[in-house]
């Protein structure tokens, strides 16, 4: 019944990767203290990797409504812009870089909303923020493949889907599934 020790196992089964016990841990405190932020944001994680997307955003909000953390503000930012909520999600993304400016997952995701919101430079200058904090996230260069398809930088956009197309295996399927979109449009082989 000791929080503390709970919190700390809800850490160590995420830190190992073990979901199904990360869930049962965050449900148990989430019984005794509904509102706890680290519990709901790793349930709506969870949730959200299920594609429960309703369920996620219930419990990313809850989270953010004890706690406003960067990753939070991130995740949820992640969920809206997927759900075609670019001016929530905006706001929550922009937040969470100012929250905490050196994590590179938060640029990309503002970027991938900027360019939604039709904000190319602004996107550009994100995700290259992103890669200068972190080059080795293969998703990252493909959000900005696909800006310099958008800008009509071809050739750019050749030289980075060509750089992809080795790193495929990396990519999570939904992203395998926009790299060979961008293959077809840019005509590489």
């Given at each position: 019944?000791n929080?503390e020790?709970?919190?700390t196992?809800l850490?160590?089964d995420?830190?190992?990767g073990k979901?199904?016990l990360?869930e049962?841990?965050a449900?148990?405190?989430?019984?005794?203290?509904?509102?706890?932020?680290?519990?709901?944001?790793?349930?709506g994680?969870l949730?959200?990797?299920r594609?429960e997307?309703?369920?996620?955003?219930?419990?990313?909000r809850?989270?953010?409504?004890?706690?406003?953390?960067a990753?939070?503000?991130?995740?949820?930012?992640?969920?809206?812009?997927?759900?075609?909520?670019?001016q929530?999600?905006d706001?929550?993304?922009k937040e969470s870089v100012?929250?905490?400016?050196?994590?590179?997952?938060?640029?990309?995701?503002?970027?991938?909303?900027?360019?939604?919101?039709?904000?190319?430079?602004?996107a550009?200058t994100a995700?290259?923020?992103?890669?200068?904090?972190?080059?080795?996230?293969?998703a990252?260069?493909?959000?900005?493949?696909?800006?310099?398809l958008?800008t009509?930088?071809?050739?750019k956009?050749?030289?980075l889907?060509q750089?992809?197309?080795?790193e495929?295996?990396?990519l999570l399927?939904q992203d395998?599934?926009k790299?060979?979109k961008l293959?077809?449009?840019?005509?590489?082989?």
């Amino acid at each position: 019944g000791n929080m503390e020790v709970r919190e700390t196992l809800l850490r160590l089964d995420v830190l190992q990767g073990k979901a199904d016990l990360a869930e049962t841990h965050a449900k148990l405190i989430l019984r005794n203290q509904p509102d706890h932020a680290l519990a709901n944001h790793i349930l709506g994680s969870l949730q959200y990797r299920r594609g429960e997307y309703d369920l996620a955003e219930d419990s990313y909000r809850r989270s953010l409504g004890k706690q406003r953390t960067a990753g939070v503000l991130n995740d949820l930012a992640w969920l809206l812009q997927e759900r075609g909520k670019y001016q929530e999600a905006d706001g929550l993304a922009k937040e969470s870089v100012k929250l905490d400016d050196k994590k590179y997952e938060s640029w990309d995701t503002l970027g991938v909303i900027l360019m939604k919101l039709q904000k190319p430079a602004e996107a550009e200058t994100a995700f290259e923020t992103s890669l200068s904090l972190f080059q080795q996230d293969v998703a990252v260069h493909l959000h900005m493949a696909e800006l310099k398809l958008m800008t009509g930088k071809k050739d750019k956009a050749r030289e980075l889907v060509q750089m992809l197309t080795e790193e495929r295996s990396q990519l999570l399927p939904q992203d395998q599934a926009k790299l060979d979109k961008l293959r077809f449009d840019l005509g590489v082989q």
